[in-house]
């Protein structure tokens, strides 16, 4: 464990290094929980969205996108149930004064659980070698089923005090399980409080009298207020979609892990409209599409799980996250829910208007139930990044440090170099960089030794490095290196444009979709 974290601390550092993301406003000691994207981490964001709704809006026929206001009416946020119960339950300790997420802490105390059964079933192996039956010592070993057994204790009575809203409860799972303060040690806590994650502000001048608004929590929103207004213009017909990109804006008490938990990030949302009673299969469908979306990168299958929500929302009957092994677990970064039809019905109801949808084939109305698939871009970002950071060791002693990105979304597709800067051979590069800018992200570089301009590509995940030398000049061939096996070969200038096409483009990860 202490290793992965140091792991992820050099990913943190690489990240700013190399231009990925920056602590925001870090010439006055910056501002917490909220960053900036560099120029490498902007192009490889901009190229995770565009993968995103290019995947939802080119592949299928009946999504659209649309892009509303980060502002809209308060009362939006009351009908939605954000301003009654959008809350986190929040614990202090008296002694260190740090504040906490009370579910997160018992969380954690079940993750400890859980590590202490992996690692009984991790020293067997040890001792029984070929052997051993990892299912029958799980179901047999008295150690692993007393551990088994607390945790289905715990995290049964966790689920039932988060349905019920208990937080005396949960303080006393805190006091039970004597769980402490990480800081100071101790086990002084104060009552659980409800605290509203939402942003507010005030629209207007205070002599127009003023209207406290809310930056927005979630895009999902922006999109139920707006499903009549594009089904009507758009001529949609159940079962359609609506997609949306844009920045969410949460007052996160506990925001840690670098990008994983900001105050302000960015969503990736669809809201799938279905006929009434239809919505459980299409749940699935999503489940396994988004899923498909996912691997399509190649990040390693294995790095992915789902895991079904023991609290369902009130609204919701079905959900399920896809969590991805980051350096420190494996952790959520998308969400797949079935919302029934509360949000709309909701709407209708505050708003006082009709928004129910007109089937034609059924030759009825009626409100439709919705699938939401939810994704964050920046947790995606952050498991690109950490899933794709090796530092890797050389024939000959050397180490080099290499971003292993899915070509598509890397920052720069090329980089083009000539082997010394005279005798014509910058003229050369720069031409062929002139050639290669228009398709794809492409850089000139010519400074200091070439095996040096190697590793700073590597650095930024650049899936080519094209040499231009002196045979060049002769024969209108260069040196194509690929990243990842270090591999050179001579090719044909006129061959490039294709051969970094059928890597780089997103087209060749969308068809695996298809
Ligand atoms: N509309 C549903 C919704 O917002 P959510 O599970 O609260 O659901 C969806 O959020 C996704 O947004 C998460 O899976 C995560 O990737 C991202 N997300 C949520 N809070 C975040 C935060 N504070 N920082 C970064 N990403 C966040």
Redesign the pocket.
Known sequence: MAQQEDVFKKIVSHAKEYGFVFQSSEIYDGLA?VYDYGQNGVEMKNNIKRYWWDAMTLLHENIVGIDSAIFMHPTIWKASGHVDAFNDPLIDNRDSKKRYRADVLIEEDLAKIDDKIEKEVAKAKKRFGESFDEAMFRHTNPRVLDYTKQREELHERFAKAMNDNNLDELRQIIIDREIVCPVSGTKNWTEVRQFNLMFRTEMGSTADGAMTVYLR????QGIFVNYLNVQKTGRMRIPFGIAQIGK?F?N?IV?RQF?????E?E?M?MQFFVRPGQELEWFEYWKQWRLRWHKALGLGDSKYRYHDHDKLAHYANAAT?IEFEMPFGFK????I?SRTNFDLSQHEKYSGKNIKYFDPELNESYTPYVI?T???V???FLSVLCSSYEEQKLEGGDTRVVLHLPAALSPVKCAVMPLVKKDGLPEKAQEIVNDLKFDFATRYDEKDSIGKRYRRQDAIGTPFCITVDHQTLEDSTVTLRERDSMEQTRVNIADLHKLIHDKVSLTTLLRKLA
């Open positions: 929980a929590p979630e895009t999902a969410a949460r996160e925001a990008i994983f938990r900001m105050r990030f969503q949302e996250d959520e970064v998308e969400g829910h939401e939810s994704i964050g920046d947790r995606m």
